[in-house]
């Protein structure tokens, strides 16, 4: 039960409101649901309504809001990012229990180093490395020649084709599967003829991949994850394609492959983005919206079509399949309007 | 090989046309497929040619229909269900073989109450709880405190992480990841810092869960799925989402984060809806749309733009581009028609 | 390390450029990434340029550019093809190694063809039947009754429910779901009852099932894949569902009930067909596109629509909501300039 003085002691960067250090906290909650013994969180003054309607016991604030804190608080420039912090703080990663379970079927090949926890019902095939304090958790099965880095926690039924890269300090939860043959075919007299894929997948340090993300080994060439990547559930991501580090992509999201995206980007769920792309640097592709060119540039695209009760949309969708009709309708009269200058019609 | 009146005493509501409770069947079979010794079924006089040219020998049909039964039928006021309840007649579920397969890895906390099927390879961690005449099917994971009702039935290769709630008479098919971490991450510098994520998934009872559906676990409370609920596969269920009783989602269905979702709504195979909003009761998304605004009001709603040949396509499609353009263009024609009354401009 | 002309002499089909076939390869590259030592390949007249950059040692070249091969060079006329049989003779599939791993779990029922290879932690039920050259990958689980073909490769962790048929010379990704329950509900008092589902799925041969792709069993009747079918990551393919020979889908599709494909069809990634539709053979479909219709003849369906930076696609969006109304301006408008003769309304 740390008092905001000691939390603060352990964060860096977080300042205590005047005359609270002492008090303390038990955990941590969200501003509609906290109890008094909880800390919730503010980041900005749009949500300061709702913490004061909350019946949270302290909250982090940030500098802006710091003047209105005549409740206990703590003060931190970024308050999300030190809400992750405190919340690391009361609900740290269970301990790793060192050792491989004797259920799991480990190649004698493979290197592990110590410490390590190797779950119940793994397999690692020949010639593994996996770093240490890194754990791979219940049913996994970690492809013949995969390297692991340390610090990494592989969730439990993840499959790790052959050849496979992580870095360190990577989360990969249940179901990824990560180093697939990438959907290489040649037509070849009406029927499709598989074209081998001989690359691998390099997943880089400080990575997460989400539940049932699919990531498929190169052609060729590799297929490269860079570092601090951060990816949902249920995405694909196509043979040969480059993620820059710290490109974030959320669930259902597919990437067609040979593309290459940059770095810092944000790409909104079920978002499609087809193959032999280049996406700059911070892009930010909204949700639900399909990409079918490069975008060199930073900034917000966006595609989707907003719903409409049904009715009004069988009525306007109809003449979306006419809109080329519609245009030169207009010129029309356009032309009769002004017959002798038209700079209208496009 | 039951007879029309036997099937009829053993389901509640079936009604046998007249002079054939003798005649019987051995199963059951689609109208264009069954064979003479088999049972099928019309929901509406909309079918009923088919059911004409059908060699079934039976078939389960609505009142409206019952005057046309001179082949042998039962009436029932819901075709469809009767259906169901007689196929399961003929296809019961498999009976459960009682008791842990010697290949199960089952912590010694674990409460499994008699009798429960737990197959082989499965992995049961501490402190797990389970109901009895639940079956667990072979390599599925279940987390350390996990709760699963009696009746329900875990097809093969399931994980379920730590702490996850599932109700009674609940079946979840294989791949499905139940409890994975939410899409939480701060931006702190460039880079993305991890939000630990700390609520539970909490699934009501009488659900059923798709292959390959993933339910990410709350960030600080706890996501929900209420009672009845049906999940086909492949779906995305992000963190903190409420879903409503019987509400029913077709395959590769993404719903964003703290979304709240009614009873009895019905959203369509690849919608998308994104986070932060609330749909009411009884809400219909067609197969497709992209739901980005909150729908309190019953209803059905629909954005999807159906295809055309791809010449056509291209022509309209460029316009879209410009459709703001062309609505000026047509505002100006209107002015210059009617310069004194321009009610018509929006 | 074999020569052009030991090459020829293994692939039919494939001419050496002359003077050329003493020139040897140690393996195969892609155009942009190949040593002096690999050999790659150009499709087309259109990447020459790029292959004249290329440290490639050799090429696989088209009929048209043989003209141009100053450089060591094997003609074919389907150079990609031959690429890939090339890729496979440096790069062959890793060899059987016959045998059941002692950690599997074997029905003793199952019918099992030597020489097989079981993986690790594989679940094999009662009635199995496995045809001689197949591998069964590490933790798959391959339900009761299951057929597969011989000179089948079933990666890592794959599920085939009961009753399954794979045909020969199949191969499945990791994660992949075949034969669960489809997605058969009917309502009754609010209330969704389940539609057991009693057919099966029936795979042809020569097909390859990518990663946590899903193909539910029929509801009455069997869901069909026909020979040379190409399926990629994340698919759905719901219950009843009938996909022709050779057809091929590209990552994320989702193919709703009862809907039948035709043969040599081309579906793009994160295409959308409703179900109880109809296509014809050799329809290719683009990706992104919801398909709402059967579509009887051949050609390419498109229904995208492309991004744009946010603030423009926020103008244009807007309008699309109201293009009835637009419409009908335009046709006010059309009515006031020829009141006599308003053939342009539509």
Known sequence: MPTLAEIAARIPGLAVSPAHGACSVTGVGALDTATPEQISFVTSAKHWPRAQASLAGAFVLP????????RPALIAANPLAAFARITALFHPEPSLRAGIHPSAVVDPSAQIFAPCEIGPLVVIEAGVQIGANTRIGAACVIGAGCVIGPDSRIFPKVTLYADTQIG?????????????????????????????????????????????????????????????????????????????????????????????????????????????????????????????????????????????????????IAHLRHLDRLVDRVRTLEKAEKPLSSKESS
Not at 63 to 70: G, R
Not at 231 to 252: F, Y
């Open 63 to 70: 500098p802006a809001l710091a003047f209105d804190a005549d």
């Open 168 to 316: 360190a300090r990577v989360r990969i939860h249940s179901g990824a599967v990560i180093g697939s043959d990438g959907f290489g075919n040649a037509l070849e007299d009406g029927h499709w003829l598989k074209i081998p894929q001989i690359g691998r997948v390099i997943v880089g340090d400080d990575c997460e991949i989400g539940a049932n993300t699919c990531i498929d080994r190169g052609a060729l060439a590799d297929t490269v994850i860079g570092n601090g990547v951060r990816l949902d559930n249920l995405i694909h991501i196509a043979h040969n394609c480059v993620i820059g580090d710290d490109t974030a992509m959320a669930a259902c999201v597919g990437i067609a492959g040979s593309t290459t995206i940059g770095q810092r980007c944000q790409i909104g769920g079920a978002a499609m983005i087809i193959g032999h792309l280049t996406l700059g640097d911070e892009v930010m592709v909204s949700a639900g919206t399909f990409i079918g060119k490069s975008l060199p540039q930073p900034g917000v695209y966006t595609s989707v079509q907003p719903q409409q009760p049904h009715a009004e949309w069988l009525k306007n």
